[in-house]
């Protein structure tokens, strides 16, 4: 596991634990981010709902983000934004890899912890708040980016000017239908400012996973 005095190191001045609140952040907000939030929580309540909860919303996109990615055995492996259930994470660690997990959310994290806890992976999953924004992801193999990350379109462009070649870094992107009932978009696209290999699935619910990798041997920073 990669030291967390690396990880958390400020790394950008504009990490600051109040940067919700500076004005325009709802406009940045995934749509589903509330009900997302709201689901989340009842996930929390017992192992029963919260596998539930995994196996409607999670388990199919995973299992296609999963074989897409495919990850190095022992992979380093970083998932921004896990919210107080932390799915993601959970689902890797059942897969053998250890985990780094952060959400700047001080109470999701302790909630997750506590879930982390109950379902035996403590060892294999390391749980910290942090803005998304201020971790280095240099030294990681493997990136997982949850879909209400906020701000969503920053912390994916900072990632990609930092993963290492070879890395993976996943993203998804709300359904098309949920957008245009909703009338908002918060969809990213970074086909045309970073020359890595894309591919893409979508999941049964319809959420899109992009899966990206660095294949080139220099940096994403050349790239903007």
């Given at each position: 596991?990669?030291?967390?005095?690396?990880?958390?190191?400020?790394?950008?001045?504009?990490?600051?634990?109040?940067?919700?609140?500076?004005?325009?952040?709802?406009?940045?907000?995934?749509?589903?981010?509330?009900?997302?939030?709201?689901?989340?929580?009842?996930?929390?309540?017992?192992?029963?709902?919260?596998?539930?909860?995994?196996?409607?919303?999670?388990?199919?996109?995973?299992?296609?983000?999963?074989?897409?990615?495919?990850?190095?055995?022992?992979?380093?492996?970083?998932?921004?934004?896990?919210?107080?259930?932390?799915?993601?994470?959970?689902?890797?660690?059942?897969?053998?890899?250890?985990?780094?997990?952060?959400?700047?959310?001080v109470e999701a994290v302790n909630k997750a912890r506590a879930l982390v806890e109950e379902e035996g992976y403590s060892s294999?999953?390391?749980?910290?708040?942090?803005?998304?924004?201020?971790?280095?992801?240099?030294?990681?193999?493997?990136?997982?980016?949850?879909?209400?990350?906020?701000?969503?379109?920053?912390?994916?462009?900072?990632?990609?000017?930092?993963?290492?070649?070879?890395?993976?870094?996943?993203?998804?992107?709300?359904?098309?239908?949920?957008?245009?009932?909703?009338?908002?978009?918060?969809?990213?696209?970074?086909?045309?400012k970073y020359p890595f290999k894309v591919t893409k699935a979508v999941s049964r619910l319809g959420a899109e996973s992009v899966?990206?990798?660095?294949?080139?041997?220099?940096?994403?920073?050349?790239?903007?």
């Amino acid at each position: 596991m990669i030291k967390l005095k690396k990880v958390l190191a400020r790394t950008d001045i504009s990490c600051n634990p109040d940067y919700k609140r500076k004005p325009g952040f709802k406009k940045r907000v995934s749509p589903f981010f509330n009900i997302a939030q709201h689901l989340e929580s009842l996930a929390v309540c017992s192992h029963r709902v919260s596998s539930l909860y995994a196996n409607i919303f999670y388990t199919d996109m995973l299992d296609k983000e999963f074989t897409l990615a495919n990850l190095i055995e022992r992979a380093s492996v970083l998932h921004i934004g896990c919210g107080s259930c932390p799915c993601t994470a959970l689902y890797l660690a059942q897969k053998g890899y250890r985990v780094d997990a952060c959400d700047c959310s001080v109470e999701a994290v302790n909630k997750a912890r506590a879930l982390v806890e109950e379902e035996g992976y403590s060892s294999k999953i390391t749980i910290f708040s942090r803005n998304g924004k201020c971790i280095d992801c240099s030294t990681y193999d493997a990136v997982w980016i949850s879909l209400n990350v906020c701000p969503k379109e920053d912390i994916i462009f900072q990632a990609l000017n930092k993963i290492k070649p070879g890395a993976k870094l996943i993203y998804r992107n709300n359904p098309r239908w949920l957008e245009k009932a909703l009338f908002k978009s918060s969809q990213v696209n970074v086909k045309e400012k970073y020359p890595f290999k894309v591919t893409k699935a979508v999941s049964r619910l319809g959420a899109e996973s992009v899966v990206i990798e660095n294949n080139h041997y220099s940096s994403g920073r050349c790239c903007g």
